[in-house]
Antibody, heavy 121, light 110 residues
Framework: EVQLLESGGGLVQPGGSLRLSCAAS????????MSWVRQAPGKGLEWVSG????????SYAESVKGRFTISRDKSENTLYMQMSSLRAEDTAVYYC??????????????WGQGTLVTVSS | QSVLTQPASVSGSPGQSITISCIGT?????????VSWYQQHPGKAPKLLIY???DRPSGVSNRFTGSKSGNTASLTISGLQAEDEADYYC??????????FGTGTKVTVL
């Protein structure tokens, strides 16, 4: 059974940093791309970032480019998102997601339960 | 970043069929057969309903059908049931190799 368990969310001040983690199990981690998708309160889904199966290719939404860094650790079966220079508009539930293919941008077949990030003073 | 356009809301009575549209461009929906659809109930994570325009993952009801014509993709829900009341999002592969979601559609079962 595929499981994705996010952690690291919380309250952070504007301009601050936070690192999200996602522990994956139930599938061959390095064979699939992984993504982060966020959802601001009462709003729709927004794709944030993706990373290929071997971590060699990454991509970011324009809204987070230069501030967020996605990475993955094959030995720990864990996905990360380092977030810096956080803004109020980054407030959202962040979902860790498993892509159905080796490369990102196609479709997501499993989602974590989400972790809430609140940026506020 | 491009966004796929969906109607804000669609409603129907139990047993009826409804269709949700997803309008993109030749750089996403129209250019690739990689459209997917997701269902999201309040407070829950999204669930994959359709991928590759028309395919359903194992376990998804055959009441959900996907299609595409030009730059517009569609999701049809037939035999509408109370449990289908949820938000629905489309997504497509894009030429820019980033992910993109639709604006979302709230389905109400009358």
């Amino acid at each position: 059974e595929v499981q994705l368990l996010e952690s690291g969310g919380g309250l952070v001040q504007p301009g601050g940093s936070l690192r999200l983690s996602c522990a994956a199990s139930g599938f061959t981690f390095s064979s699939f791309a992984m993504s982060w998708v966020r959802q601001a309160p009462g709003k729709g889904l927004e794709w944030v970032s993706g990373i290929s199966g071997n971590g060699g290719s990454t991509s970011y939404a324009e809204s987070v480019k230069g501030r967020f860094t996605i990475s993955r650790d094959k030995s720990e079966n864990t996905l990360y998102m380092q977030m810096s220079s956080l803004r109020a508009e980054d407030t959202a539930v962040y979902y860790c997601a498993k892509d159905r293919r080796y490369n990102y941008g196609y479709e997501i077949d499993y989602w974590g339960q989400g972790t809430l990030v609140t940026v506020s003073s | 970043q491009s966004v796929l356009t969906q109607p804000a809301s669609v409603s129907g009575s139990p047993g009826q069929s409804i269709t949700i549209s997803c309008i993109g461009t030749s750089s996403d929906v129209g250019g690739y057969n990689y459209v997917s659809w997701y269902q999201q109930h309040p407070g829950k994570a999204p669930k994959l309903l359709i991928y590759d325009v028309i395919d359903r993952p194992s376990g998804v009801s055959n009441r959900f059908t996907g299609s595409k014509s030009g730059n517009t993709a569609s999701l049809t829900i037939s035999g509408l049931q109370a449990e289908d009341e949820a938000d629905y999002y489309c997504s497509s592969y894009t030429r820019r190799t980033t992910g993109v979601f639709g604006t979302g559609t709230k389905v109400t079962v009358l």
